[in-house]
T-cell receptor, first 113, second 112 residues
Framework: AQSVTQPDIHITVSEGASLELRCNYSYGATPYLFWYVQSPGQGLQLLLKYFSGDTLVQGIKGFEAEFKRSQSSFNLRKPSVHWSDAAEYFCAVGGGATNKLIFGTGTLLAVQP | GAGVSQTPSNKVTEKGKYVELRCDPISGHTALYWYRQSLGQGPEFLIYFQGTGAADDSGLPNDRFFAVRPEGSVSTLKIQRTERGDSAVYLC??????????FGPGTRLTVL
């Protein structure tokens, strides 16, 4: 079955600290992988995506993610978190003819001053 | 340019009523998706349109849910005989290619 697991429901980091959000997926074919961010009352904004090629992808707002096929993971990282990064983060997998997305349950990030 | 828009932003209705939720995709995007996001969950796929036709409706939970896209642009999600369990945020996304989807702000549906 196709699925996405985000094991951390809630994470708190201090401003300026590094961040890593975990994502594991189960998908029968070559996956397209995405990270989205959702701020309160806002729609989903795409941070970055992986389709093929270089397994380390760069996104907006200083985020990056690394695709590790052997671990079925696509973890999101940022070297120095800003207070404005507080939001909910969703990992998603897609592909096939329709590219319908399967989302994880999300990780809520809080940033302490 | 204009993004995906959804109306209304909020809808409160009573159990058993009929509701329509509207999605205006980005101009020129041929693919359109509906998702439903319940509290504390990630979005769940409902239906996918390519042009005017529903290419994949496997996510619709039951026959009370129906969606149309008659001219290949605006789409309407229709829910009959609403139930309290239908309360959620309904998200629409559009895409030009099969790769990247752009999401609207959502419609928050509350069924009393």
């Amino acid at each position: 079955a196709q699925s996405v697991t985000q094991p951390d429901i809630h994470i708190t980091v201090s401003e300026g600290a590094s961040l890593e959000l975990r994502c594991n997926y189960s998908y029968g074919a070559t996956p397209y992988l995405f990270w989205y961010v959702q701020s309160p009352g806002q729609g989903l904004q795409l941070l970055l995506k992986y389709f093929s090629g270089d397994t380390l992808v760069q996104g907006i707002k200083g985020f990056e993610a690394e695709f590790k096929r052997s671990q079925s993971s696509f973890n999101l990282r940022k070297p120095s978190v800003h207070w404005s990064d507080a939001a909910e983060y969703f990992c998603a997998v897609g592909g096939g003819a329709t590219n319908k997305l399967i989302f994880g349950t999300g990780t809520l990030l809080a940033v302490q001053p | 340019g204009a993004g995906v828009s959804q109306t209304p932003s909020n809808k409160v209705t009573e159990k058993g009523k009929y509701v329509e939720l509207r999605c205006d995709p980005i101009s020129g995007h041929t693919a359109l998706y509906w998702y439903r996001q319940s509290l504390g969950q990630g979005p769940e796929f409902l239906i996918y349109f390519q042009g005017t036709g529903a290419a994949d409706d496997s996510g619709l939970p039951n026959d009370r849910f129906f969606a149309v896209r008659p001219e290949g642009s605006v789409s309407t999600l229709k829910i009959q005989r609403t139930e309290r369990g239908d309360s959620a945020v309904y998200l629409c996304a559009s895409s030009f290619s099969a790769n990247e989807q752009f999401f609207g702000p959502g419609t928050r549906l509350t069924v009393l």
